[in-house]
């Protein structure tokens, strides 16, 4: 049953580990912030491109209408001096090449001031692209940040809820396998200490019983008539008592 539930929770980690790793590889918060500051940086370089082409539009389109404000003085002056010595027909040539250059730097003055709204709009455009691009780049370092911290805190939280019951539950065997362990050294050295003790127990009862012996030796010697004289002798009378302590005394000197 045990190794069933730890190949199931395995199987649970490494199902969540393969569906990160494909949800990682779809959509990663890192690369799309890469790719979409690089996407509007290139979007910038062609509105610059574009601000460009249309400011070198409007410079050539100032360059034609100047000369065709020149050409209309020209052509006016031509037509005075033409009048002056009294040439009518050439003076009247000129005044149509001079109304010929106006219309040119008529319809010149009326593109340049579209080039001018088209490139003032480039501009503004071109600028909130710019202040955008630094706005993302700024955004972009902190998401980063952020995308890796949660990365981590993800990796860090999996790697705990995989220590759970089942992973402490060696532990806990192991714990109690020590503490019937130790209690079984405990009984061991009890017992140990218990043999010593009767041990001592013993020698010490046989030296009580030894000096009981003794004592009640002396006791009976005691209870004996004195002899006369100074030798003691053991009295005729008491011949019952002297081999009552005889035989006392051999069973004492067999033990």
Do not use: C, H
């Amino acid at each position: 049953m045990a190794t069933s539930m730890n190949l199931f929770d395995r199987f649970k980690r490494v199902a969540k580990a393969n569906v990160n790793e494909v949800l990682n590889k779809l959509e990663d918060p890192e690369k799309v912030l890469e790719q979409t500051v690089k996407d509007l940086q290139t979007d910038l370089v062609k509105v610059r491109q574009s601000y460009a082409e249309v400011m070198a539009t409007q410079k050539k389109m100032a360059k034609q209408k100047a000369e065709a404000d020149k050409l209309v003085s020209e052509w006016l002056g031509r037509a005075q001096l033409a009048l002056d010595k009294g040439d009518e027909d050439l003076a009247r040539e000129a005044l149509s090449r001079k109304q010929t250059a106006e219309a040119q730097a008529t319809s010149l003055g009326s593109q340049l001031d579209t080039q001018t709204a088209s490139l003032d709009q480039l501009y503004e455009a071109m600028t909130m692209l710019e202040s955008k691009v630094n706005e993302a780049k700024a955004m972009k370092e902190q998401y980063i940040a952020r995308a890796r911290t949660a990365k981590t805190s993800t990796k860090v939280n999996d790697m705990l809820s995989g220590v759970g019951d089942n992973s402490m539950a060696a532990f806990e065997k192991m714990k109690d396998k020590v503490e019937s362990l130790e209690t079984q050294a405990e009984v061991s050295a009890g017992m140990l200490g218990g043999a010593k003790d009767v041990s001592l127990e013993d020698r010490f009862k046989a030296l009580e019983g030894g000096s009981s012996v003794d004592d009640e030796l002396a006791k009976l010697k005691a209870a004996l008539p004195p002899a006369k004289g100074d030798t003691p002798a053991l009295n005729p009378g008491n011949t019952a008592v002297d081999a009552e302590l005889e035989k006392m005394r051999k069973e004492l000197g067999q033990k």
